[in-house]
């Protein structure tokens, strides 16, 4: 049975910066695409980026500069450090993987950016 379980999200500042992790359990992260993925309040779900099987790395545009993603393969677990937090980064951050897709999906972390 595959988990996705996200932590690290809260309220931080404007220009503040937050890491989110997500661990996974059932699913390798090196064998597998992870993703991280956003819905804001009352919006849709919005791509953030991508880490390859190789570690290559994707982004949004809007994420490009800020966002970073990594993995720990040998524990299992992926990252997301966030810098210079905007309050139109407030949403719930989701990590999801799979072969190709989003097969699997965690519950997701709270990220508010508010002064």
């Known amino acids: 049975q595959v988990q996705l379980v996200e932590s690290g999200g809260n309220l931080v500042q404007p220009g503040g910066s937050l890491r989110l992790s997500c661990a996974a359990s059932?699913?390798?992260?090196?064998?597998?695409?992870m993703y991280w993925v956003r819905q804001a309040p009352g919006k849709g779900l919005e791509w953030v980026s991508v880490?390859?099987?190789?570690?290559?790395?994707y982004y949004a545009d809007s994420m490009k500069g800020r966002f970073t993603v990594s993995k720990d393969n040998a524990n299992n677990l992926l990252y997301l450090q966030m810098n210079s937090l905007k309050p139109e980064d407030t949403a719930l951050y989701y990590c999801a993987g799979g072969r190709a897709g989003m097969d699997f999906w965690g519950k997701g972390t709270l990220v508010t950016v508010s002064s």
């Open positions: 880490i390859t099987t190789g570690g290559t790395t």
């Open positions: 059932g699913l390798a992260v090196s064998n597998n695409y």
